[in-house]
């Protein structure tokens, strides 16, 4: 399948996460691509098999939580038609809900989330390797 993996990253580690993510789903068998919010084409992520979207926290640590502004903006420029979809975010305290809300508006552009990650540092998160194997088809 081809697996499109974006992230926002400050300051490299969900970029890092990210990485290790794409190396994985390689690993698997997939084609995966691995692309910041900033450059990602949100068409060519539209037709992806599987995408896969990730932020850092962004927020007052314990409360207030988002995804980054371009996270949010990018995934509002998806149309997908029930595309299995995965969230993750790196952070240090606490993701508070944001993957509930990034989750939230994939959904609403018409994916079929059927994973939400964190990492606290700059590895795959764990839990993507059970998500890559509930994709049929590598
Ligand atoms: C302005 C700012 C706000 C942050 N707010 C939170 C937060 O509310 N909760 C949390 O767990 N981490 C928070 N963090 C930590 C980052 O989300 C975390 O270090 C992340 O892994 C950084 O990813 P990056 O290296 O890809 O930019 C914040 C960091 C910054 C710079």
Redesign the pocket.
């Known amino acids: 399948m081809r697996i499109a993996i974006v ?11 990210a990485e290790e993510m794409a190396k994985m789903a390689a690993d698997a068998g997939h084609e995966a691509t691995v692309t910041s919010v900033q450059e990602a084409s949100p068409g060519e992520v539209s037709s992806a098999d599987a995408v896969c979207v990730g ?12 995804a980054t502004k371009a996270t949010m903006a990018f995934i509002d420029s998806l149309t997908l038609d029930g595309t299995p979809a995965a969230v993750f ?8 809900k944001m993957l509930d809300k990034m989750a939230a508006a994939l959904e609403a552009r018409g994916a079929r989330v059927t994973g939400r990650f964190r ?4 590895h795959a998160p764990e839990g993507f390797g059970d998500w890559l194997r509930t994709l049929a088809g590598a």
Do not use: M
């Open positions: 992230y926002d990253s400050r300051t490299g580690t969900t970029k890092a996460a932020s850092w926290t962004e927020g007052l640590f314990f409360i207030l939580q988002h975010c790196t952070y240090k305290t606490s993701p508070g990492s606290r540092g700059p």
